[in-house]
């Protein structure tokens, strides 16, 4: 049974750093894609940050030079470094996981396993 868990969200200011986290139990990263989505009130659940079984990684737009994604294969966690966060960035941020295929995940509907998310909320 694949379970997640996020931590490290919290309310900071504009331009800081915030490293979150996500336990990982009941998985294997050598057959699991990986990944970080965020959710904003009133609007639609939209992947961050990817990394994919063999340690390829993939962003979004939005995170490109600022977000950088990795793993703990030894620790079972999966990390999201932040950094110059602005106020756009807030949302609830969730880890995601799902067993690779020939074609990368990139939607929230190619995952199957959800962690509860960890608030990350930004003030100019």
């Known amino acids: 049974q694949v379970q997640l868990q996020e931590s490290g969200g919290g309310s900071v200011q504009s331009g800081v750093s915030l490293r979150l986290s996500c336990a990982a139990s009941?998985?294997?990263?050598?057959?699991?894609?990986m990944a970080w989505f965020r959710q904003a009130p009133g609007k639609e659940r939209e992947g961050v940050a990817f990394?994919?079984?063999?340690?390829?990684?993939r962003y979004a737009d939005s995170a490109k030079g600022r977000f950088t994604i990795s793993q703990d294969n030894a620790k079972n966690t999966l990390y999201l470094q932040m950094n110059s966060l602005k106020p756009e960035d807030t949302a609830m941020y969730y880890c995601?996981?799902?067993?690779?295929?020939?074609?990368?995940?990139?939607?929230?509907?190619?995952?199957?396993?959800w962690g509860q998310g960890t608030q990350v909320t930004v003030s100019s």
């Open positions: 995601a996981a799902v067993v690779c295929g020939e074609a990368p995940k990139v939607l929230a509907g190619d995952f199957s396993y």
């Open positions: 009941g998985l294997t990263y050598s057959r699991y894609c």
């Open positions: 990394i994919d079984s063999d340690g390829t990684t």
